[in-house]
């Protein structure tokens, strides 16, 4: 199995009422870890790159070898499909062709028209080859990569719009975001998730910032029509919190971590990549997902 499309296992969600996970990845360390989670969870995953991660990483063909040769050398038996989150036009083309199986393309900051003829071009060229297709409609809030949106609902007309492009699955907002969420937030706004399925009857959503939503409100959305959910800054806040627990346990004991060699980056990153791991299995079991390999 293995490397594979998305579309399949992303309708095989929505029609049996689970979510698959939308991880993103930012280096070798975290793809082993998404990997080692979906392996151990025997759930099928999406290992995603936004636009920032893969420049950071080397470039779109760096990051489709990496996933490809890991999933290989892993010896993965689960579906994995490797994907370009939030793509603008351009990057939605490039990762067709240096192999990614399943993209975004995100023209959510664009005039709905341009976002809906856009959206076919990259359906007929993805499609062609075998790509999996998720586009946007309504912004999603918050700040990932230097792309700011100030979240808002997505149109429901928008949306049946979008779906009828020919995507395989659709982003829309209902008050969700990425990033942390602050003191201050509602909440999904689960009524308007339901105008929009009720639209799109039995087609695939994407929640995208699923960081921080409390799992009660991720289920319901789930049994809504959510199926596939998106995940970066928890992997990032588990990472963190990890290593710098690492860190700090020697900050009295230099001789120790000198003697231990714990400066090997090998070492140093275990803790914060085992937490990574940790929190994916946690999160596909959350979603449902475990054991839909
Ligand atoms: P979080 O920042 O909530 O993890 O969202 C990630 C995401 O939606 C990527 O597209």
């Not at 969420?181 to 509602?186: M, S």
Request: a negative charge; proline letters at 3%; one cysteine or more.
């Amino acid at each position: 199995m293995a490397i594979v499309s998305a579309e399949k296992f992303v309708q095989a969600a929505r029609d049996n009422g689970y979510a698959v996970g939308g991880f993103n990845t930012n280096n070798l360390e975290w793809t082993q870890a998404i990997l080692r989670a979906a392996e151990a969870k025997q759930a099928p995953v999406l290992i995603q790159t936004s636009m920032g991660a893969a420049k950071y990483m080397g470039g779109y063909k760096v990051c489709q070898a990496l996933i490809a040769n890991l999933v290989e050398s892993m010896g993965i038996t689960v579906p994995v499909a490797i994907h370009l989150d939030h793509g603008h036009y351009e990057d939605a083309l490039e990762c067709i062709e240096v192999g990614y199986t399943s993209i975004m393309f995100d023209g959510s900051h664009l005039p709905i028209e341009e976002n809906l003829e856009k959206a076919k071009e990259v359906v007929a060229l993805a499609h062609a080859k075998g790509v999996s297709v998720e586009a946007e409609v309504g912004t999603i809030g918050g700040e990932e990569d230097g792309i700011v949106g100030t979240g808002e609902l997505a149109p429901v007309e928008d949306a049946k719009a979008m779906v009828e492009t020919g995507i395989d699955f659709l982003a829309a907002g209902i008050g969700n975001i990425h990033g942390p969420y602050p003191e201050n937030w509602t909440g999904l706004d689960l009524d308007h998730l339901k105008k929009l399925t009720e639209a799109v009857p039995g087609f695939p959503i994407v929640l995208h910032g699923g960081s921080g939503i409390p799992d009660e409100q991720i289920q319901e959305a789930i049994k809504l029509g959510v199926a596939k959910v998106n995940v970066n800054t928890e992997s990032q806040i588990a990472f963190s919190n990890a290593t710098r627990a690492f860190a700090r346990a020697y900050d009295a004991d230099e001789a120790g971590y000198d003697a231990k060699k714990l400066f090997d980056p090998r070492k140093f990153l275990a803790d914060g990549m085992k937490a990574v791991q940790g929190a994916v299995e946690e999160r596909i079991d959350v979603f449902g997902s475990a054991n839909k390999a």
